[in-house]
């Protein structure tokens, strides 16, 4: 079992930026790719950005340039740097861990079984 820890979320102006913090407990050594995922209200849950154990990234379109995926190994803990944030980033922001070592085009929401509780962020001035 992997428990992921969420921080860092909170409220900002436009243009503004916030990093989240992944933090990942337990049976960390199963850990392939790392996922951020947001879900706004009334909208699917979509994917962010993910990062496999070797480093490989993706980025939804909505965010390339502006957000960037990183992972710690020795930290246990993955990060999302948001930068130039939008109102229509407004979201709950997930963490998701995946056991699955597959093409990084292949993680979709199914292959993540590890899920932290989410923390909210909210861009508006």
Do not use: H
């Not at 820890?5 to 392939?32: K, M, T, Y």
């Not at 995922?37 to 379109?61: F, M």
């Not at 957000?67 to 979201?91: C, G, H, V, W």
């Amino acid at each position: 079992q992997v428990q992921l820890v969420e921080s860092g979320g909170g409220l900002v102006q436009p243009g503004g930026s916030l990093r989240l913090s992944c933090a990942a407990s337990g049976s960390i050594f199963s850990i392939n790719a790392m996922g951020w995922y947001r879900q706004a209200p009334g909208k699917q849950r979509e994917l962010v950005a993910a990062i496999t154990s070797g480093g490989s990234t993706n980025y939804a379109d909505s965010v390339k340039g502006r957000f960037t995926i990183s992972r710690d190994n020795a930290k246990n803990t993955a990060y999302l740097q948001m930068n130039s944030l939008k109102p229509e980033d407004t979201a709950v922001y997930y963490c998701a861990a995946s056991r699955q070592k597959v093409p990084l085009s292949d993680y979709t929401e199914a292959r993540f079984a590890s899920w932290g509780q989410g923390t909210q962020v909210t861009v508006t001035s």
